[in-house]
């Protein structure tokens, strides 16, 4: 089940953004049905106090701003634990992110305080198996380059950690060698830091770092370095933002030989889905670079980057797949003067496999370079829908079944409470029905939430939605008639549910499944005709507008039936579907 229970802006059904007076009259209306004082018997006084402890919780922090801005970054955790957002140099995305990898770090590690990091990486050469001809004998893959890297930290109080970590590299020649690693870092103070790295073996050398903040926009670094190859060496840097999510960093090097030279980064977010960022570097290496990235999906992000400089010009495109909450999974095509190279990694938690796939050494090897780009997409694709889709159903159906056996008790609390709100709510809801019908407005004819099957039609009054697949395991129903609910939003004709935040809050809702992927339905009448919507669980609606047409003879002659048992009059026969095909359903009601 969810800890942190329903959201306090789904409660009082108002957007994230819901300025003050938003947020006092969607309280003010609720407290009208949900006040213990507005109920005459004792029976409605109980149901009433029940939900209008709920509401009044919600009000008191969403109506506090220094309440909301804990709520909006850290949610009820970190209202329960008393934190404050502060006057640190970082966004709320930031802080929000910030937020989730510690829950994330105490969720995986019961004492909190020691991490492990492992980064396995291997090149592998496939160059005589897809270039040679003909095949020389020895055309099997061959490993080039293998190294491995671990680390464990250990956190020392709330101000610092130390680590420690060693790896090891091989080359195809049979040479190789290894390193030792170890460091700490410390906060002197909430402006400063301090971090030392040093390191011994092949690479012999030690590092001293620290972080001041200069101004309230702006940190500056300087570091000084030293290492048994090149001697000493010191850089300086400065960061600071630039404008809203726009940040701008300058650094110079003055030694060691190999890092004297100067660098300009500036990076941005134009918008919550994508990010942007470029670097120019003068010194021993010029060269100019940018990277952006943009979020297909909450699960999926496309990468692309270009280098051009004196060590070369190249490319990169690349997909970046979150398959699980802990791991992700990327594929990128690498094309440059060097060659072509697949390069695919797999991150979980504290390790990492990093796989470069060395296709060619030429650019001129075009073909290369487009099967590249071509065939692992095509491939994934394939196995994505025909093997992996499959089997990852039937194991969330497995997971799902088995989330509402452990908690069928508390679904079913759940939904008894659904239950009692709704009675309160329904004498109003009733009310606003017959007003709606009489004006050709807009009537709720039928509104379903939860797990929801293919079916067409609405399930007709005084049958339980959902009940038909968990009578047979004697769990509660995965889905809840919420017609009601539904009906008392309506306001001025017209219902509007926000996006960005789950439905199940909503007075009169509950959560019928958990961990599943819930869909709102309404069927409702707009000017004596049937339309409906559906909506995932966080999407926003707005009706009659956003509201299609029902095409289906059988469900519309269902949807006008029970809206004429509210007193709706037909304002016209559904519409027949075009000969020459279907017509969109998507329907505009601006006139």
Known sequence: ?????????????????????????????????????????????????????????????????????????????????????????????????????????????????????????????????????????????????????????????????????????????????????????GNLSSESSVEANACWGVKTSLLLTSTQQITENAFGTITGSWSAEEGPGLQFSTSRNISGETRGSIGIGLGPPSDVGAHLTVSTRPNTKSSLSGKIQVGPIYSISGRGSYALNEDMTARAGGKFGLSGIDFD?????????????????????????????????????????????????????????????????????????????????????????????????????????????????????????????????????????????????????GASSASSLDLPPSSLDVTAAIQYLVSARELILHPGVSKFGLMGFCDPAPGQKKTLRIRYVWKGRPYRAEVGDEDGLKLPSQGALVLDLAEAEQVMTMAKALGVESGGEPSQPRPNGSPSEQISLAS
Not at 15 to 22: H, N, R, T, Y
Not at 86 to 98: F, H, N, P, R
Not at 153 to 172: D, L
Not at 393 to 415: F, G, T
Request: contains cysteine; positive net charge; hydrophobic residues 40%.
């Open 1 to 185: 089940m969810d800890d942190e229970g329903p959201s306090y802006y789904s409660v009082l059904n108002v957007p994230p953004d819901a300025s003050d007076g938003e947020i006092r009259r969607a309280y003010r209306q609720l407290a009208q049905v949900f006040h213990p004082d507005k109920h005459a018997s004792e029976e409605l006084r109980e149901k009433a106090a029940e939900g209008f402890a709920v509401i009044n919780e919600a009000y008191e922090v969403l109506s506090s701003p220094p309440k909301r801005q804990v709520y909006d970054i850290y949610g009820k955790q970190g209202l329960a634990a008393g934190l404050d957002v502060g006057t640190k140099l970082k966004s709320v995305d930031e802080l929000k992110a910030q937020w989730e990898k510690f829950r994330a770090r105490r969720g995986s590690d019961a004492d909190g305080d020691t991490e492990t990091h492992t980064i396995l990486h291997c090149d592998v050469d496939l160059t005589r198996m897809l270039v040679s001809r003909p095949l020389p004998q020895d055309w099997h893959p061959r490993m080039q380059t293998c190294w491995v890297q671990t680390t464990v930290s250990q956190a020392i109080g709330r101000k610092g950690f130390v680590w420690m970590g060693g790896n090891i590299i091989s080359n195809g020649g049979g040479e190789g060698g290894g390193t030792l690693l170890c460091g700490f870092k």
């Open 317 to 465: 495109l690349g997909i970046v797949k979150r398959i699980s909450p802990e791991t992700t999974m990327s594929m990128a095509v690498v094309v440059g003067i060097q060659g072509t190279v697949l390069r695919v990694k797999w991150n979980r938690e504290g390790f990492q496999l990093d796989i470069p796939l060395i296709l060619s050494r030429d650019f001129k090897e075009w073909k290369i370079a487009l099967a590249a780009y071509t065939l692992p997409p095509l491939l994934i694709s394939i196995v994505r829908y025909l093997v992996f889709k499959p089997l990852m159903r039937k194991y969330e159906e497995r997971v799902a079944l088995a989330a509402r056996k452990e908690h069928s008790e508390a679904i079913a609390r759940q939904l008894r409470a659904a239950t009692a709100s709704q009675s309160l709510i329904s004498p109003v809801a009733q009310r606003l029905t017959r007003e709606a019908a009489a004006q050709g407005g807009l009537v709720i004819v039928h509104a379903e939430y939860g797990v929801i099957d293919g079916q067409r039609r609405p399930i007709p009054p005084g049958e339980q939605a």
